[in-house]
């Protein structure tokens, strides 16, 4: 099956504080994106490269990838409103069945050639799965006013969730169409949607890694420089 990894960089990225999205910041003398995009361009198993980016920045992209010579960008296609959005827009672009689509957010920009191959491998015997870690902190549930906490989860059995996550191309599009129907649908990952519309599928968990940070805030951004200066 093809491997097309899916890079997700629709978002605004608010919390940063910066008046250019978060993949357009510059790390160690290159964006985010580009050093997001080089991880799986340079990874073999990896066949080809959609990137979804916000309509008003696909100029700004499209450039990054051109200068940076990333060969195994195919689209470079608008996003929407809603995570989910983003995900409809590189599904369109991928509607027949046998593709591996490994989803993947531009701002983890650490992602290791170990976590590619380890999504591959689970794609091989498994239809979806999701990049995670063991939660190492206690994780509280609280009731519905957000004052008192209701119960203290078991955190032998919770992970914390990373990308990418992989999917076969028709089990994705099958549980987004389903989705679709429901007047109520809302989702934060994709997961999330085969877990609800398609529950009869099982989703392996892939061992992420603590390094596969996402950047969020600006208190991040040393954290990462280190990190990549320690991999080079």
């Known amino acids: 099956m093809k491997n097309v990894a899916i890079i997700l960089a629709g978002g605004a990225g608010h919390r940063l504080g910066e008046k250019l999205p978060k993949q357009f910041l510059e790390i160690n003398n290159k964006t985010v994106l580009a050093h997001t995009i080089e991880k799986f361009n340079s990874h073999p198993a990896i066949d080809e490269i959609a990137v979804v980016i916000h309509k008003d920045y696909i100029e700004t992209a499209r450039n990054i990838i051109h200068q940076e010579g990333f060969y195994k960008v195919r689209h470079i ?8 959005h983003s995900t409809l827009a590189a599904l369109a672009c991928y509607p027949t069945p046998g593709v591996n689509l490994l989803i993947h957010d531009a701002a983890r920009l650490l ?25 190492t902190d206690t994780i509280l549930q609280c009731d519905q006013t957000k004052g008192f906490i209701q119960a203290i989860l078991d955190r032998s059995m919770l992970f914390q969730v990373q990308t990418p ?37 099982p989703i392996k968990i892939v061992p992420g890694e603590s390094t596969n940070i996402k950047l969020t805030y600006k208190e991040d951004i040393p954290v990462i420089e280190n990190i990549l200066l320690q991999m080079q």
Request: with cysteine; net charge negative.
């Open 77 to 84: 296609v608008p996003g929407g409103k809603e995570r989910y």
């Open 111 to 135: 992602v290791s050639p170990r976590i590619i191959d380890y999504t591959i491998e689970a794609l091989k015997t498994c239809s979806a799965c999701t990049t995670a870690i063991p939660a």
């Open 165 to 201: 996550q992989g999917f076969h191309s028709e089990i994705l599009q099958e549980a987004y169409k389903i989705a679709l129907t429901d007047p109520n649908f809302h989702c934060t990952d994709d997961c999330g949607v085969i877990q609800r519309y398609l529950p009869h599928v």
